[in-house]
């Protein structure tokens, strides 16, 4: 294997042609739409190909078809240069350097493994179209094992043979800051089997290499663990802390204390330490799942089986912040009015996939309350899978008369919102911050019972507050 160095100097040789390369991007969806129009900005001449029509003539007339800050206006800049188009005509990716795979691997409905039939069916409608020297490079996140599979595949349905080589790029984007992590990336992964397969892929990210982004070129089934264990790692990071506080609940101590505590250490690090309502999305909790899955089939199960763990601690905190609740409501939900606000698994983003606030929503609803959701971007998708809940069309109006608000996404919206001004809409002053997200004590000192899991619960009369007037039916609990 190359070290980063050796591997980033060799690549700064290897400049892009003037102009640019030719590339096809299969998958249009958050990644490959990012990926699409971020490589169109660095030169190249870029087909985004999917079999959604409606996602294609969304992108075609420069309308993004899902959140992402930013994207929508680099979007029309890029179609107006001529350098990106597209289609669902895959013929359109005859004669591209690179072919970038990027449709969805959703866990499949069945097991924890990861479901690669669109990767599949993709690769079928690409390779007949394959006819010259090219390369195709796997973006999605696979179980390890799937690009050797696919490089047979290729070189016996190409038509070009063995000249169609199959590389793995991993992705890490962040939804929320998609553009600024494609374009100024972390590290470079390029699972790459030949010189040529790395020249082309230093030649297509050369700008970046060139700002020092750093390079690591190494084998298939390495590329494909990269994005396994870094999200793995991330997933334990948070669930980690998770643990930490349901200790601290049932101790006393106060997991916020803690995790600031434990971040000061060089050694741990602040990132990912943040206790709350746990992860979702379309990424990590598939990840673990698939990547446990494939360890077993592989006989190493063992290795990862703290992964399962990972997963629990995560889904527990979502029941326990449903159990708060509860708490606050005096143990009966039963026509309780509750405001959840945030329905995106994280901010920024109007992703719904496996998102931690629609699945508390979904509950509190299961157990009888009447519950009001508000989200600034993903209130269409959450309203299409969520029909029983009921939507609200700004902040103000899904608190008003609320008797328990539930912070469950942290846009920066809620984090801003005035306490006070806040206070003056519920029916009953009770707030829980499932992402410990807000100023407990400008809460606490506007009147409000604020409570987040894994800190203790301050009593009225323990509360450090001046006094602040608040209506009795704003005080203590819902009952
Ligand atoms: N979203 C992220 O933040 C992110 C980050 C890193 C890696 N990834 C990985 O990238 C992959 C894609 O994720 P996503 O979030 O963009 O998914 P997505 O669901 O938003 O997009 C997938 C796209 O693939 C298209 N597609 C399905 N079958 C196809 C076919 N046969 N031919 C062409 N297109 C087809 C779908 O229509 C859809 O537009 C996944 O493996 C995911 O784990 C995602």
């Known amino acids: 294997m190359k070290t980063p160095s050796t591997t980033a100097r060799s690549v700064l040789a290897a400049s892009p042609a003037p102009e640019g390369l030719s590339l096809s991007v299969i998958g249009t969806g958050y990644l490959g739409a990012t990926h699409a129009v971020c490589m169109a900005l660095l030169g190249h001449r870029v087909v985004g190909i999917d079999v959604d029509d409606d996602k294609i003539r969304s992108l075609a007339a420069g309308q993004l078809p899902f959140y992402e800050p930013g994207l929508g206006e680099l979007l029309r800049r890029m179609l107006d240069t001529g350098r990106l188009e597209f289609t669902t005509d895959f013929s359109a990716a005859r004669g591209a350097d690179i072919h970038f795979l990027c449709v969805g691997t959703p866990q499949r409905p069945d097991s ?47 038509p070009a043979g063995t000249r169609a080589e199959l590389a793995w790029n991993p992705e890490f984007l962040r939804e929320g800051h998609a553009i600024e992590d494609t374009l100024r990336p972390d ?30 070129a190494t084998d298939l089934a390495t590329a494909e663990l990269v994005k396994a264990a870094a999200n793995s790692y991330l997933a334990t990071k948070i669930s980690y802390i998770n ?46 799942r698939s990547f446990t899955h494939r360890a077993k089939e592989l006989g190493v199960g063992q290795a990862v089986g703290f992964l399962q763990e ?46 931690p606030a629609l699945d508390v929503a979904r509950m509190l609803h299961q157990a009888g309350a009447k519950v009001t959701v508000y989200d600034p971007k993903a209130m269409d998708n ?12 700004t902040l103000e109006a899904a608190v008003t008369g609320a008797e328990i608000v539930a912070l469950l996404t ?5 984090c801003r919102a005035d306490p006070a001004a806040l206070g003056a809409l519920v029916q009953l002053r009770n707030i829980v911050d499932g992402r410990h997200a807000l100023d407990a004590e400008a809460y606490r000192a506007a009147g409000w019972d604020y409570r987040a899991l894994g800190t203790p619960n301050r009593l009225p009369g323990q509360v450090p507050v001046a006094p602040v007037p608040v209506p009795a039916q704003n005080s203590g609990c819902h009952c």
Not at 201 to 208: F, G, N, R, S, V
Not at 321 to 345: K, Q, Y
Request: charged letters at 25%; aromatic letters at 6%.
């Open 112 to 158: 924890p493994a990861a479901d690669l039939r669109y990767l599949h069916a993709a690769l079928a409608r690409l390779a007949p179209q394959l006819d010259t020297d090219c390369l195709v490079a796997g973006k999605s996140t696979v179980p390890i094992g799937t690009a050797e599979g696919l490089t047979a595949y290729l070189h016996r349905n190409a």
């Open 187 to 216: 590290r470079l992964v390029f699972g790459v089997a030949s010189e040529h397969a790395h020249g082309l892929l230093a030649a297509c990210y050369a700008p970046l290499i060139a700002d020092g982004t750093p390079v690591v």
């Open 243 to 288: 643990a930490m506080a349901e200790i601290c609940e049932a101790t006393g101590a106060d997991v916020n204390h803690l995790a600031t505590a434990l971040s000061y250490d060089d050694r741990i690090g602040g990132r990912f330490l943040k206790p709350g309502l746990g992860f979702g999305g379309g990424c990590l909790p598939k990840d673990i």
């Open 310 to 355: 990972v997963d629990a601690i995560n889904q527990r905190r979502r029941q326990r912040t449903v159990d708060l609740i509860t708490e606050m409501a005096c143990g009966d939900l039963s026509g309780v009015r509750v405001t959840v606000l945030g329905a995106a698994f994280k901010p920024d983003s109007d992703d719904i996939r496996d998102a």
């Open 382 to 393: 959450a309203r299409r899978s969520y029909p029983e809940l009921t939507y609200a069309e």
């Open 410 to 414: 942290e846009w920066d919206l809620f």
